[in-house]
Every structure is written in C-alpha cells, then in structure tokens.
C-alpha cells in the first residue's frame, strides 16, 4: 500500500508560480512512475503531467508544456510539479497519482491517487 500526501496548493494570482509536491510512504518509491492529473469544478479529472519510475521519460499535456515541470527525488520518495506563467484556467484539485513500473499515466490507469490540493489562480 502507498499514500501520497499533496501539499504547495494555494491562492495565487495569473502569471505566479507555484511548486506542489507529492510525498510517498513506502521502500518501493523509486519503482513507481508518478504524475499529476487535475479537476476543475464542473468538469472531468484530466492528465497534466507524468514522470516514469526511472525519470527517463516525461509527458506533459499540451495545455501545461513550457509552463509545467516534473521532478522527482527518490531519496525523499517525493515528486514536484513546478508551475510557472499560471492561468485563470489552471484553477482545480490536483492529484498526485502512482503507477509501479509504467512508461506513463497519461492513461488514467493508477494504482493509486492522492487526496488532491486546490489551486486556485485570479486574473
């Protein structure tokens, strides 16, 4: 079993910058490829951004590229989802998600999901 545990949401305003973080518990860190989807009010959790279990590979979703970055450090089973230049449009719940061993999570298919933190950006 693994928890993720988000944290960095908050209030910002259009063009700021926020990093979120996810923190895993568990020794099989490093085995898990990790991301982030996001849900705004009214619509469906879409896929933002996917850092495989070996950093060999990254996916962004078009609407985060050049604005969006994934890091993860394994020695403190932790990943960051650095957002620069955020939009109005960035507003939502982001969840951190989990899937050992896979290329990528742009699928939707986890293993397993955070609680999710609110971002909320103003213009």
């Known amino acids: 079993q693994v928890q993720l545990v988000e944290s960095g949401g908050g209030l910002v305003q259009a063009g700021d910058s926020l990093r979120l973080s996810c923190a895993a518990s568990g020794r099989t860190f490093s085995t898990y490829t990790m991301g982030w989807f996001r849900q705004a009010p009214g619509k469906e959790r879409e896929f933002v951004a996917s850092i495989s279990w070996s950093s060999g590979w990254q996916d962004y979703a078009d609407s985060v590229k050049g604005r969006f970055s994934l890091s993860r450090d394994n020695a403190k089973n932790t990943v960051y989802l650095q957002m620069n230049s955020l939009k109005p449009e960035d507003t939502a719940v982001y969840y951190c998600?989990?899937?050992?061993?896979?290329?990528?999570?742009?699928?939707?298919?986890?293993?397993?999901w955070g609680r999710g933190t609110q971002v909320t950006v103003s213009s």
């Open positions: 998600a989990a899937k050992q061993y896979a290329h990528t999570i742009a699928g939707g298919t986890v293993d397993y």
